[in-house]
C-alpha cells in the first residue's frame, strides 16, 4: 500500500490523559498536513511540516498540541490533557511540491474519543 | 483571516437531476481544489484549478474558477447513486489549504 497510512485508527481515552498519533505519509512525499474534522464540518488546518520543519502552525491550535517530523518522513501529533472538545476526527495528508499539482492525499484518519 | 464558504449546505436530488455547489473565498486565491469525501471515509482529490476563468470537465463533472479567482462551482450533470457524498473546496493559502464547509449532497433513487 503507498498511500498515505495512519494508527490508530481509533482512540478512547479520558479527559486528561495524553495521546499520541502517528503518520506516515507517501514516501516520496516532502509536504505533510495534519487536520481536524469534526461532524458536519470541513477539514480545519492545524499544522504543515516541509520535510522536517515545521512551517505553519495553526493559531487555533494550543499548547497542548505538539508536532514532530523528525527526519522528514512519518509525523507524530501528540494531544496533552485531553479535553472533551479534542474529540474529532484527526487527519493526515502528503503532497509533493513544489509545483503545478499539489493535491493532497489524505489518510484514513484517527477518530479521537474523550470522555 | 481567509475563509471559505460554500452552499448550498445541504443538497437532496432525485436521481439524473442536476447538481451544483457554489464556493466563495474572502480573498483571492492562487488556485483551488475540489475534493470529495464518502460517508465515513477521507477527503479525495478531485481537480485543481489554477487560471481566472478555468473550466474542467471530468466525465459528468464540471468546475469552474471565477474570473477573480475568489469564487468556485462544481456541477454534476445527470447525478448517480455513486455521487452521494459530501464536496469541500480548499483555497490555497501560504502553505495550507482551507477547506470551505462542504456541500452534503444525497442522491435518492
Known amino acids: 500500500d503507498t498511500g498515505v497510512s495512519q494508527n490508530p485508527r481509533h482512540k478512547i481515552t479520558k479527559r486528561g490523559q495524553n495521546v499520541t498519533f502517528r503518520c506516515d505519509p507517501i514516501s516520496e512525499h516532502n509536504r505533510l498536513y495534519w487536520y481536524r474534522q469534526t461532524l458536519g464540518q470541513g477539514p480545519e488546518f492545524l499544522t504543515y511540516f516541509q520535510n522536517e520543519a515545521q512551517l505553519e502552525k495553526s493559531r487555533l491550535l494550543s499548547d497542548r498540541f505538539s508536532a514532530e517530523r523528525p527526519k522528514g518522513s512519518f509525523s507524530t501529533l501528540e494531544i496533552q490533557r485531553t479535553e472533551q472538545g479534542d474529540s474529532a476526527m484527526y487527519l493526515c495528508?502528503?503532497?509533493?511540491?513544489?509545483?503545478?499539482?499539489?493535491?493532497?492525499?489524505f489518510g484514513q484518519g484517527t477518530r479521537l474519543t474523550v470522555v | 483571516g481567509q475563509q471559505v464558504m460554500q452552499i448550498p449546505q445541504y443538497q437532496h436530488v432525485q436521481e439524473g437531476e442536476d447538481f451544483t455547489t457554489y464556493c466563495n473565498s474572502s480573498?483571492?486565491?492562487?488556485?483551488i481544489q475540489w475534493y470529495k469525501q464518502r460517508p465515513g471515509g477521507h477527503p479525495v482529490f478531485l481537480i485543481q484549478?489554477?487560471?481566472?476563468?478555468e473550466v474542467k470537465k471530468q466525465k459528468r463533472l464540471t468546475f469552474q474558477f471565477g474570473e477573480a479567482k475568489k469564487n468556485s462551482s462544481l456541477h454534476i450533470t445527470a447525478t448517480q447513486t455513486t455521487d452521494v457524498g459530501t464536496y469541500f473546496c480548499?483555497?490555497?493559502?501560504?502553505?495550507?489549504?482551507?477547506f470551505g464547509t462542504g456541500t452534503r449532497l444525497k442522491v435518492l433513487a
Open positions: 480573498t483571492t486565491l492562487s488556485n
Open positions: 484549478l489554477v487560471k481566472s476563468g
Open positions: 480548499a483555497g490555497a493559502g501560504t502553505y495550507k489549504y482551507i
Open positions: 495528508a502528503s503532497s509533493q511540491g513544489p509545483g503545478r499539482r499539489t493535491e493532497a492525499f
